[in-house]
């Protein structure tokens, strides 16, 4: 490629995650800008999940559940994600999704609360958050559960002593604005309150300290940073201290202290474990552990300080070449208080996220008007970020996003 900056080319000799890029399989002629939607392919993921099919499944059928220990996976792979995300270990599991750990959660954190009903969250959260907060009080009535919802700089003034839990995601998935999360655990917990965090624009791309900033409760993602591959299970955190006191309210057989015992009594296994319901998924789990070895030797400060360098590039050069007005960067603040995306609004973004996926930049869209480019500092390099610049600078000036082959919207956008 001709034109390239010298200094551009410099960021990508020193820095010190270029080799990871040749742990991922990418396709060539693509710039990824979607890993914070759904992380690319280890290639070690495909070895393993042939090995699991062929050799596990197919030979071995049931008793792997034994012989290759099919059985802990769920707590295996927890185990793998407790360091990526500052946690000690036995507190976090693997399992079902954000969504259905979510509920888990919420129930369990009014129960440690129960002369509370407030739960709080935030008006723009992710709506799943919202909907099972909703769900949650609609099966227990507001006498329980009473959702309450307030725009992002009204959290602290609102905390009091009617709210039991605080539900939050710490990136922003529209704007891609950052909650600090010891701050407001701190505040929570000055007046009674549970909290727990959605992690899943942090897992994986953000310094996380959930023991040394008291978390009582988090969720993550398995398939956007960690690159476990779609649909991959996600994890719970519970912090030690409530382990013992909770039953969550999906205490299917898997978490039970002996499954195999087949008692007609539910009886809550020991630890995080409870946090189980069914059994686990043992290919998309198998694919997640392979997944998480990319991580095994990775300074999640350095994959912080080149997603900041990255969103910074980027920032820098689309100001530079395009006119205040055709694109708008969505919260213009400091580096440090954002996710690792960039949010730009337009009157057409949709249309133009899909002449840009045509360009070979791959972005997504997020209504009403939001483009979105994520940034994953394992595999994709400052090259990449120059180019989708030049190319995103072209698309907006050629106005290409017109054509009428963009305007058609597809179901996952
Ligand atoms: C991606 C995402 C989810 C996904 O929820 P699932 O139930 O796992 O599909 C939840 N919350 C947030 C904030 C997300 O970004």
């Not at 200094?7 to 820095?15: F, I, K, S, T």
């Not at 407030?118 to 008006?123: A, C, E, F």
């Not at 591959?229 to 999906?250: C, D, M, N, S, T």
Request: aromatic fraction near 8%.
């Amino acid at each position: 490629m001709t034109g390239i900056p010298e200094y551009v080319l410099d960021l990508d000799q020193r820095d010190p995650l270029a080799a990871k890029r040749r742990e991922f399989v990418l396709p060539k002629n693509t710039i990824y800008l979607d890993g914070n939607s759904l992380g690319a392919l280890p290639r070690n993921v495909v070895a393993r999940l042939d090995a699991v099919a062929s050799r596990q499944w197919g030979e071995d059928l049931i008793q792997s559940w034994n012989k290759h220990d099919w059985i802990d996976l769920p707590k295996r792979v927890g185990e793998k994600i407790a360091p990526i995300i500052g946690a000690a270990s036995e507190q976090v599991i693997c399992c079902d999704s954000i969504s259905v750990n979510l509920f888990k959660l919420l129930c369990s954190g009014l129960e440690l609360n129960p002369a509370r009903s407030v739960v709080l969250s935030q008006k723009d959260n992710f709506p799943t958050d919202l909907y099972i907060a909703e769900g949650v009080q609609n099966l227990l009535g507001e006498s329980r559960c009473q959702l309450e919802v307030c725009a992002a700089d009204q959290l602290e003034s609102r905390l009091d002593e009617d709210i039991a839990v605080l539900l939050l995601t710490q990136v922003n998935f529209r704007t891609g604005e950052l909650h600090d999360i010891q701050a407001l655990t701190n505040a929570a917990h000055e007046k009674g309150i549970v909290v727990i965090w959605d992690l899943a624009h942090s897992a994986g791309v953000l310094p996380l300290e959930l023991d040394a900033w008291g978390v009582d409760f988090a969720v993550g993602c398995g398939y956007k940073y960690l690159n476990g591959g779609p649909g991959a299970p996600a994890f719970v955190y519970v912090a030690r201290k409530h382990q013992e006191k909770l039953r969550q309210p999906l205490s299917g057989w898997m978490g039970h202290k002996q499954p195999f015992e087949f008692s007609p009594q539910y009886q809550p296994a020991q630890g995080v474990e409870r946090f189980l319901s069914s059994t686990p998924s043992i290919l998309a789990l198998a694919a997640l552990d392979a997944a998480l070895d990319v991580y095994q030797d990775v300074d999640i400060k350095q994959v912080r300080a080149k997603s900041i360098a990255m969103a910074e590039l980027f920032i820098s050069l689309v100001s530079d070449k395009l006119s205040a007005g055709s694109l708008t960067l969505v919260a213009s603040m400091p580096s440090a208080q954002r996710g690792s995306q960039l949010s730009y609004s337009h009157p057409h973004a949709y249309a133009m996220a899909q002449a840009l996926i045509e360009l070979g930049v791959i972005v997504d869209f997020r209504r009403p008007d939001i483009l979105r480019f994520g940034f994953t500092p394992l595999y994709t390099s400052f090259v990449e970020v120059w180019r989708a610049a030049q190319i995103l600078v072209e698309a907006v000036e050629s106005r290409l996003f017109l054509d009428s082959r963009f305007q058609q919207q597809h179901k996952v956008t």
